[in-house]
């Protein structure tokens, strides 16, 4: 985008969380996407391509997401409102999260002589 408007989106991000730790959240990935659309998508993938690692319990979650629960997700986000999306494998938790966002544009600075 080349005009200096702050422009909507949304900030997805992927943590994982050892449930027998007292140690927080590790985020593993983020992404900023431009459209409802690319922000579910994205969970979609990520959920797509965990599913055949987790046992079946998380498999079935991730699956009731992707077949279930996502139209809602995208309904929420058209909404301005954020998602979260947590499967739970043995003793790890994966949260996928979806933030609503500003993002705001950089200032363009020219060299001086």
Same mark, same amino acid.
């Not at 422009?7 to 590790?26: I, M």
């Not at 055949?52 to 058209?78: C, M």
């Given at each position: 985008?080349?005009?200096?408007?702050? /422009?909507?989106?949304? $900030?997805?991000?992927?943590?994982?969380?050892?449930?027998?730790?007292?140690?927080?959240?590790?985020?593993?990935?983020?992404?900023?996407?431009?459209?409802?659309?690319?922000?579910?998508? $994205? =969970?979609? %993938?990520?959920?797509?391509? %965990?599913?055949?690692?987790?046992?079946?319990?998380?498999?079935?979650?991730? $699956?009731?997401?992707?077949?279930?629960?996502? *139209?809602?997700? /995208?309904?929420?986000?058209?909404?301005?409102?954020?998602?979260?999306?947590? *499967?739970?494998?043995?003793?790890?938790? *994966?949260?996928?999260? %979806? /933030?609503?966002? =500003?993002?705001?544009?950089?200032?363009?600075?020219?060299?001086?002589?």
């Amino acid at each position: 985008m080349t005009d200096n408007q702050p /422009r909507r989106g949304y $900030w997805c991000e992927c943590w994982t969380q050892d449930l027998n730790e007292n140690a927080g959240p590790t985020l593993h990935a983020s992404f900023d996407a431009h459209s409802a659309a690319q922000a579910d998508r $994205w =969970v979609a %993938i990520a959920l797509r391509t %965990i599913s055949p690692a987790l046992d079946p319990n998380a498999s079935d979650e991730a $699956w009731a997401w992707l077949y279930d629960d996502r *139209i809602r997700t /995208r309904r929420a986000l058209l909404r301005a409102e954020p998602c979260t999306v947590t *499967i739970t494998q043995a003793d790890t938790r *994966i949260t996928l999260t %979806i /933030r609503p966002v =500003v993002y705001l544009p950089l200032t363009q600075h020219a060299a001086t002589p």
